[in-house]
């Protein structure tokens, strides 16, 4: 992608945010969300598996990517809402299998408690799991100071100087590949700005926040009677850490009464090292018809 070449999809006003969205494909829907930080890009992997059987959805989450700043701090029922607002602007209200990354399993799943109805499959890649969730005191603070810190990145030039390098690192320690494909001008285009690197520091500072507020919704909102797969990374390593996060994420799988499959070889960023296991959770979703 050229520095003058429009990226594709489209833009669309989702809950007052104007998003990037990508939609391809047909037949069933999946929806796509990456975690911390991450863009649209980043499954590009996974889509060319999908999109003969689904119809593939992916945005950019406010400030992420190519998608306007967001206009409040993320919270996980804003991000449910934001899911379902996005299927809705693509005229797709039926039933969808929502795919999230990281972060984004918190999304994923608040999503399916919230909108159940609206809920075929979820499919938690490598999700982030909180044993001892609890509301953080001070997030009026800790947003206010993320607010001031993007601003002062983007004041000194720092985003275009050390953004797409963070990226490239970042993604280079969590693959087992080491090494991030995504084009050099692509990242420079989204990493290098300000906007990401405040929607980066955003998400980071309101993360335990939105990991207790999904506690919360567990508390109130049950899961629809759908098949749930979590699929872990597993380097190889035999490390006491790469153990200790197994564990963790079949005790999610435990609680969510779902699948769980640890893929290996791979790191946290699936999506590069083993798009197939990822496309194979969502194809073996079945079909449920609006």
């Known amino acids: ?27 069933p829907v999946c929806v796509l969300s990456a975690g911390l930080g991450m863009g649209w890009f980043d499954w590009e992997p996974v889509v060319p598996l999908l999109t003969p059987h689904r119809t593939v959805v992916r945005f950019d989450r406010p400030g992420l990517g190519f998608s306007a700043p967001p206009l409040e701090p993320p919270t996980a029922a804003a991000e449910a809402a934001r899911i379902a607002g996005v299927l809705d602007a693509l005229g797709l209200p039926g039933p969808a299998t929502v795919v999230g990354h990281s972060l984004a399993g918190f999304h994923a799943e608040a999503y399916a ?14 999700a982030s799991v909180e044993e001892d969730a609890r509301p953080v005191p001070g997030r009026e603070l800790r947003t206010a100071a993320a ?31 080491r090494r991030d494909p995504a084009p050099a001008d692509l990242i420079r285009r989204t990493y290098g700005t300000g906007r990401v690197v405040r929607a980066v520091l955003m998400e980071n500072a309101c993360y335990r926040d939105v990991a207790a507020e999904l506690e919360d919704l567990r508390l109130h909102h049950g899961l629809p009677p759908v098949p749930i797969t979590v699929l872990a990374a597993s380097p190889g390593t035999g490390s006491w850490l790469e153990r ?3 564990q963790r994420q ?41």
């Open 147 to 177: 607010r001031l810190r993007g601003r002062a990145f983007a004041a000194a030039g720092l985003p275009l100087a050390l953004g797409p390098a963070l990226r490239r690192y970042s993604v280079r320690a969590a693959s087992v590949k």
């Open 113 to 126: 408690r919230l909108h159940p109805e609206r809920t075929a499959g979820l499919v938690l890649v490598d």
């Open 1 to 27: 992608m050229s520095g003058t070449e429009r990226p594709p999809g489209r833009m669309l006003r989702v809950g007052g945010v104007a998003l990037h969205v990508v939609c391809e494909g047909s037949g």
């Open 250 to 290: 079949r005790a999610l799988a435990d609680r969510l009464d779902a699948r769980f499959e640890a893929v290996a070889p791979a790191g946290h960023l699936l999506m590069y090292d083993r798009p197939q296991s990822i496309a194979a959770a969502v194809l073996a979703t079945p079909y449920i018809r609006a």
């Open 244 to 246: 200790r996060w197994l």
